[in-house]
């Protein structure tokens, strides 16, 4: 290929160089087995930076949300109330465990969980008596829910939230670091995330007992006994000390990695924001986004949609054969052959019902959006993007 310079990843792993300074001090003092001070220390540090009381670091964000699951003993048959528009593994550890699964629609302004849709959820349980065990919301792309408004719904009733904060590292709400408003938090340092471990996760809470009694489970739930004695049975999901080591050394990044993204974010505005149909995802102005993945929806004017075959499916397979890595926005879980038959509450303007995750499923896309990207790089982008649109 001509004038070929690389693949350009969607959000490949970014290393400072602090990194293995903190694995060589793991392997100098022989802490390479499971736990140790570099899990302490990331522990301590991350729950510092989130504002919370209690942290514990683990082996996938999944990992993180499956206790968050069974902290709040959520079994076959309890209901729970999940964001539609997120990645598979939200839901999963709920679903695994038989809890029936409603799904919220977004709202546009933020993309994220509708207060108004999880307002009708609740209302339309009530009336046959059921209210949901947990409610769990996502920070999409890095942005942050409408806190006050879904923690004053879920409060009222007294509803436990889970909030996952996969995506959302570093953003906040309100001023606030995301991370700290679920009654659990979840974290990702997967490799794609905004700094990762090569793979891990974390668990938050304000609940420190909570979090030990997930630290006993997260570590095959061993009775204090001279023998291997269980009252219980756990799992085997703790974060070995050398990829803690990882996640100290890409802690002390987090701030310029936040402001790598956004300017990278901002860029795109400033080239391809006043092309006629695209939209980038909005900012509400009580959040600060970290802008994990630059997400754009695309619109042609009637007369040009035919030309242009399925936007931004079109638009990603261009991108793709000139090495260039870009994907649609999630598709929503109630559209997932998995869950055909649950029950959706789509967001409301003006009294008629909007499906507003399906409309973003199918004009979305994300465009690559590492902290590492070059500006030629992201020239490279660009250019495709409007090769494919013109
Ligand atoms: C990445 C991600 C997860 C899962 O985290 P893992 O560490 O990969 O298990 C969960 N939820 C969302 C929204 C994510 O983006």
Redesign the pocket.
């Known amino acids: 290929m001509s004038g070929h310079k690389g693949r350009i990843y969607l959000s490949p792993p970014h290393m400072s160089g602090d990194e293995t300074k903190k694995i060589e001090e793991a392997f100098a003092t022989n802490w390479i087995a499971p736990l140790g001070p570099m899990v302490d220390a990331f522990e301590r540090e991350t729950a510092a930076f989130a504002g919370v009381k209690a942290a514990l670091a683990l082996s996938?964000?999944?990992?993180a949300?499956h206790l968050a699951c069974e902290l709040l003993g959520v079994g076959g048959g309890d209901l729970v109330f999940c964001s539609t528009l997120?990645?598979a593994?939200?839901i999963a550890p709920f679903y695994h465990k038989g809890a029936e699964c409603a799904f919220i629609d977004s709202e546009p302004e933020s993309w994220n969980m509708s207060h108004k849709a999880l307002k009708r959820a609740f209302d339309d349980y009530a009336e046959i008596g059921k209210k949901p065990k947990a409610v769990i919301i996502?920070n999409?792309y890095g942005q942050s829910c409408d806190m006050d408004k879904i923690l004053d719904i879920c409060g009222e009733r007294e509803v436990p939230v889970i909030e996952?904060a996969?995506?959302s590292l570093g953003a906040r709400y309100k001023g606030k670091q995301t991370g700290s408003f679920g009654k659990f938090s979840?974290l990702?340092?997967?490799g794609?995330?905004i700094i990762t471990t090569s793979?891990?996760?974390m668990l938050l809470s304000d609940d420190a007992e909570a979090i030990e009694r997930a630290r006993f489970l997260s570590a095959q739930a061993r009775d204090p006994a001279p023998w291997y004695q269980h009252s219980t049975l756990g799992w085997n999901y703790r974060m070995s000390n050398v990829l803690a080591g990882i996640g100290l050394g890409q802690m002390c990044h987090i701030a310029e990695r936040v402001a790598a993204r956004r300017g990278i974010f901002d860029r795109y505005v400033r080239e391809l924001g006043d092309i006629e149909g695209v939209s980038f995802m909005p900012e509400p102005e009580w959040s600060e986004s970290n802008r994990w993945l630059t997400a754009l929806t695309i619109n042609p004017p009637a007369k040009r949609s035919s030309d242009l075959k399925a936007p931004p499916l079109s638009v990603i397979k261009h991108l793709e054969s000139l090495d260039i890595e870009s994907r649609p926005v999630w598709k929503p879980m109630h559209m997932q052959p998995v869950f055909e038959g649950s029950r959706y509450y789509s967001h409301c303007v003006d009294g008629r019902s909007e499906d507003i995750a399906a409309a973003l499923f199918r004009d979305g896309m994300c465009l690559p959006s590492g902290s590492g990207m070059t500006d030629e790089q992201q020239t490279r982008v660009i250019d495709a993007f409007k090769e494919a649109l013109s």
Request: no cysteine; net charge negative.
């Open positions: 996938s964000g999944t990992a949300l997120t990645f593994a939200t996502v999409l996952d996969a995506e979840v990702s340092y997967n794609n995330k793979g891990g996760g």
